[in-house]
């Protein structure tokens, strides 16, 4: 998915947010945005906006030299995932649909994402997960899901946020986890979880744990390591969690399914329902999955 | 007032809203907002937002060729005023205190405009009217603005949006007219009032209309006309309505009384109020009062 003009000012916002978050120096602050305007202004609109998005997060990192300035809010959340954890793996049990009730509880765990809001507070957190099984879902696409994860040999699923993978668990759970290889980032960006937070997570306790070797906000595949790219060339089914890996992933042909929140109004347009919609959906590029069946 | 770096991401916003309003193309959206970003990065954060607001949108009308984008949305609003002008009227007369429900119904009408919200909908301005009297106000300061009314022997009151300028009518209604002088711009910004505005929303009829001879949207004076600025000089007390003319003009030594809403975060917190507030608040600068006193 390519950016558009309405993410122009959008980076500007979160660049905003994100060293505010990293230091109290308004020099600093507006140093950031003085160059984060002059880079935007020539940025490339072919590419997807998590390219940009690590680039902006990337000058943050240096210019305050903090290589993880999330990394506080990355554990609180994985900490307070692990504390509703239990409950949370009640719900699915006692659901009618154990398989779309986990769907539905890990894509409400996909809105712990700072790169949108940077002001996420714990309410709207537990909001979303309030209102999770209420939700609509395109019913054949969750039974195609289905279907694809009892087929598969291989599958791989690319995590988002801390905190939210604690929520995949809930999905890992129903899976074939011999099958699966989970990914999580190389290095820090935003609240992206990397390996030290699949750690706290416990995930690396039941599944095979890989990094991409990259930290942009989704998956650039070309700027991801050899190991993580045979693995995702290799896969039958890749599940991609979160709008940054929809945002560069969505043209790639292989068998993709997205599941996230349209937290924007490009990507909800893009898609064309409202901000705040629960989304799963496959590729829109499905010449892989053609070839290979 | 200065601007803040709250004040760049806003400029793009801005710039989007009015040239999308302006033109379809999207060549010439992506055109204006490269060139924004580049303004924006090399702008003067010590002058007031509107400074930097003016040059975004004489850069849209150049860019477009439209020398004056929002004429329609101004004789609409003018007319759609116009509508409610009897029954406002009413309300101001049937009030315990005219003086206090007209300068409520001034401030509301400071709600038509399109430099904050590009969006703004019909329905919004009718909720804004409709809960205007139960706003609250500062009453020494509304009872100081009455006083100074009454003592003057000469008032400027800065106008400031088409539409806008018919709620004025209700309390210019109550003033000594002969020794009013109502301002508008002197050539099209946004949807600010100008002279064609002053004629259609019926003001010339009533009271002496100047225009200040600059198009910045609020009033930068080194950039107004001799004729306004002698205007400026001599008069006893100065109505500014806006947050574009608070923002130009509370650090001028002047006689000054701001009516306005704060419609954006910045300007709410450098008064320290809720975004949405209605204002009627005296100059921070009251040196030359003291002096004339």
Known sequence: MKSTVDCMPCFLRQALEAVRMTTDDPALHEETIRRVLKMTAEMDLNVPPPVMGRRVHQLIRELTETPDPYQKIKRQYNQLALQWFNELQLRVRMADDPFRAAVLLAIAGNIIDF????????????????????????????????????????????????????????????????????????????????????????????????????????????????????????????????????????????????????????VAGHIGKPVGTFVLRRSDCLERIVKTK
Do not use: W
């Open 115 to 266: 790169g949108v809001d940077g002001a996420l507070c714990m309410q709207k957190v537990q909001d979303t997960i309030d209102q999770a099984l209420d939700q609509p879902l395109d019913r054949s696409t969750l039974e195609r899901l289905g279907q694809e994860i009892h087929n598969a040999r291989s599958i791989l699923y690319l995590g988002d946020n801390a905190g939210e993978i604690v929520f995949d668990r809930l999905l890992l759970e129903l899976m074939p986890l011999e099958k699966v290889v989970f990914v999580v980032k190389g290095s820090p960006i935003i609240n992206d979880a990397t390996m030290e937070d699949a750690v706290q997570a416990g995930l690396t306790e039941i599944v095979r744990v890989i990094d991409n070797g990259s930290n942009a906000p989704g998956t650039v595949l070309e700027e991801c390591s050899p190991v993580f790219r045979a693995a995702f060339e290799s896969a039958d089914l890749i599940i991609a969690k979160g709008q940054g890996n929809f945002e560069t992933l969505n043209e790639t042909a292989a068998n993709l399914f997205f599941l996230f929140q349209a937290k924007c109004p490009v």
